[in-house]
């Protein structure tokens, strides 16, 4: 029986000999920081109403997707109409006058050369063509100005993007210069909040971790705002492919704030039985010796396929890979 025990224990020990083994050394990993990060738009641009009246047509709504340019509604003023139909009325009055005027006028230089009519009142005639021609002129440019002015009750959107607010509804009065539609353009971006604490750890470019529900995506830390709000610092993030379906929409996102040293061990060196994590380490006489240890977060990057070991084992342990 001591023979039998004495030849095992050289077998283990020879199979030990052979297996390979993880000099423990203490790894810098990145530490993370978890904060809720908000959907905007880079730009919140207003479509205005540039006269006072009545909302005839509103054609968008929250969520729809805009180009410059285009006509999102149309506010219509009658008093407008009366007016441009008083300046017609008025025009038609003043051509009835310039044609009689010009009779007059012509009459008059048949006259002239008959003697029975002075120059001066001929002079007299082509001045009330003239004045006539004049007026109607005149009339013309202001219908032009009321006609321009009907033509700013199109409602146009400021710049591409997509309508985040419609405050106002059709039927409604609405002065001049109120908005009738907000527009999110410029593009979107995540904005985070971080303790300022963090503050000095925080660096531009840095790339973030976010958790999305087609599971995880990276971002790049575009901008570190210099103002503390409220004993935070803001920041903005850029991400490819942001979800833009809700603007203000939280996300999780994880940002790096520094780094700690860590052991890091094989995912395949840890035996799991009952609950309990083992793992193989040899002592000093080369014997493989099991401990139980307590695992932290699997790592990924670089380090992946490596596990944190929090307790159990120290820098220089040996440890048994299977």
Do not use: C
Not at 17 to 31: M, Q, V, W
Not at 52 to 67: A, K, N, P, Y
Not at 73 to 101: P, S
Not at 221 to 230: G, R, S, V, W
């Amino acid at each position: 029986m001591i023979f039998l025990r004495l030849a095992i224990l050289i077998l283990a020990s020879a199979s030990v000999a052979g297996a390979a083994t993880l000099t423990l050394s203490p790894t810098d990993i990145t530490e993370w920081k978890a904060v809720q990060a908000r959907v905007e738009s880079r730009d919140i641009v207003p479509a205005r109403a540039r006269i006072g009246g009545v909302i005839e047509q509103l054609s968008v709504s929250e969520g729809d997707l805009v180009s410059a340019g285009q006509e999102i509604g149309l506010v219509k003023d009658d008093k407008i109409a009366f007016q441009i139909a008083a300046l017609d009325a008025q025009l038609a009055a003043f051509a009835a006058q310039l044609d009689t005027a010009i009779a007059e006028f012509q009459r008059g230089e048949t006259l002239v050369e008959r003697g029975v009519v002075t120059r001066q009142r001929l002079a007299q005639l082509s001045t009330d063509v003239e004045v006539t021609r004049n007026q109607i002129a005149a009339t013309e440019a202001s219908r032009a100005v009321l006609t321009q002015q009907e033509s700013e009750g199109a409602v146009v959107a400021p710049a591409d993007g997509r309508v985040l607010t419609v405050p106002a509804s059709r039927g409604s009065v609405i002065m001049p210069g109120e908005p009738v539609a907000t527009i999110g353009s410029g593009g979107f971006f995540l904005r985070l909040a971080v303790p300022e604490r963090f503050a000095g750890d925080l660096q531009a470019g840095a790339e973030i971790r976010i958790a999305t529900a087609d599971g995880e995506a990276t971002g790049r830390l575009a901008k570190i705002y210099p103002q503390i709000d409220n004993g935070r610092v803001i920041a903005d993030v850029e991400v490819d492919k942001l979800d833009t379906a809700f603007v203000n929409a939280r996300l999780l996102v994880e940002v790096p704030i520094g780094s700690r040293s860590a052991l890091l061990v094989p995912m395949q060196a840890v035996v799991t039985r009952h609950g309990i994590d083992f793992i193989s380490v040899e002592d000093h006489n080369g014997v493989s010796v099991e401990r139980s240890i307590i695992l932290g977060a699997a790592q990924d990057g670089v380090n992946a396929g490596l596990i944190e070991v929090i307790s159990g084992v120290s820098a220089g342990d040996r440890v048994v890979l299977p």
